[in-house]
């Protein structure tokens, strides 16, 4: 849990404590002699380092001196997990030390990725000025927001700000993927944390979205930036970025990722472990594995269902609250804890009471399977449905089929 709280509260921003750097006397009082550059770091193996990050540097070339401005600062890496997706955390921005920050990342294999921007002396100078009003401490203070306001939309809008709202102006168009299908590309490599991350959120993830608010994360921001012409260039003929090269490229491996056809893949076979069960039930072993299945299932879904709840009712993010999700991950499966125990020491009432309460699991889940069929849902249910719906139906079927039947179905199936 908290990988994934960690994974959330520091969206796109990882960093905690660091040393600061100094700004070196006369740094930019030419500003014809800075370099901009906008650092894109890769995504880590840790489940709060799957977004990335991003940050400005600024060299001057004149002083050969150079500092790097990050808005991913927070003291709160150590605080309690959950209270990450309930509430809006304290981040900061700060001057960092380039050399350093760099060799943080290269340890951990991370990629580091720079692209130069072409920008008049003017619009350095502003830039500067801006970025160093950001790091004052009567200004340095943010609440952090995952999609508005994060290390990579700050980076945003101070480029904008600094051009006089040209980039926000050349970002009218429509978005070229939603939030959650960007959230599903970023922790494809964390399936674990992926499944609950797509659970949990709901259709503010999914309504359409501008090219600017398309760049809340470090690499939307990256491509987008690739195909903008430059502002300072009056003929739109000139790229807003004139270099971009690899500092460090990626070490990392990839990790099986958690694709909708994945998961239904994995909620099949756990379906057809069910109808085994529940086919060999009047045997002594059958029983008490089909007993233990529904206690196991009925623990994770049920508590996935009443994180999602407390979520709904309590979290200060608006992607958080509401949720059709909570009748597939239902809070309810927690009442098959105990029946399946029942269920595994032979007790009649248990079994009945069990296959009542998957009836009315099942029928939650058939509603929202039968909602996004019709497209009337607002909002994409893919991976949760494609795990939960096969494993109730085979729950379901398990129960209602007699033992004989049940089995000479499997037969068929492996047949």
């Not at 600024?58 to 050969?64: I, R």
């Not at 509430?87 to 350093?100: E, G, I, T």
Request: proline share 6%.
């Amino acid at each position: 849990m908290t990988n994934l709280a960690m994974f959330v509260a520091l969206l796109l921003c990882p960093w905690g404590a660091f040393a600061s750097a100094a700004l070196p006397q006369g740094f930019g009082v030419s500003p014809e002699a800075l370099r901009v550059k906008v650092v894109t770091f890769g995504a880590g193996t840790a489940a709060h380092e799957r977004f990335g990050h991003t940050a400005l540097w600024l060299e001057d070339t004149h002083l050969g001196a150079d500092v790097l401005y990050s808005y991913g600062m927070t003291a709160h890496q150590e605080g309690p997990p959950f209270a990450f997706l309930m509430r809006r955390q304290a981040f900061w921005a700060a001057r960092l030390p380039v050399a350093s920050t760099f060799a943080g990342y290269e340890r951990k294999g991370r990629s580091i990725r720079v692209q130069e921007l072409r920008l008049a002396p003017d619009a350095k100078g502003r830039l500067l000025a801006l970025l160093e009003r950001d790091v004052r401490p009567e200004h340095r203070d943010y609440a952090y927001h995952p999609t508005d306001h994060n290390c990579a939309t700050r980076v945003r809008n101070v480029l904008d700000e600094a051009l006089g709202g040209a980039l926000r102006k050349a970002a009218e168009g429509p978005a070229e993927a939603t939030w959650r299908e960007h959230l599903r590309r970023q922790t494809a490599g964390a399936p674990g944390v992926s499944v609950l991350l797509l659970t949990w959120v709901n259709g503010v993830m999914d309504a359409p979205r501008s090219r600017w608010e398309e760049a809340f994360m470090p690499e939307p921001l990256s491509r987008w930036l690739d195909t903008l012409s430059s502002p300072e260039d009056g003929h739109g003929q000139g790229a807003l970025v004139t270099l971009r090269y690899d500092v460090q490229p990626s070490r990392l491996s990839s990790v099986m990722n958690t694709h909708p056809s994945r998961l239904f893949a994995l909620g099949l076979a756990l379906a057809s472990g069910a109808v085994l069960l529940g086919a060999r039930r009047t045997r002594s072993a059958g029983r008490v594995l089909l007993g233990l299945y529904h206690a196991l299932f009925g623990l994770v879904a049920g508590s996935m269902g009443m994180l999602g709840l407390g979520l709904t009712l309590l979290s200060e993010h608006a992607a958080l609250r509401g949720n059709v999700n909570l009748l597939l991950f239902n809070p309810l499966a927690l009442g098959l804890v105990p029946l399946g125990i029942g269920v595994a020491l032979g007790r009649q009432w248990a079994e009945r009471w069990a296959r009542a309460w998957v009836l009315v699991l099942l029928a939650g889940a058939g509603l929202v399977a039968g909602l996004a069929g019709l497209r009337v849902l607002g909002q994409d249910v893919r991976e949760p449905l494609a795990l939960a719906l096969p494993i109730l139906l085979g729950l379901g079927v398990g129960w209602w089929m007699p033992p004989r039947r049940a089995s000479h179905l499997l037969a068929l199936q492996r047949g």
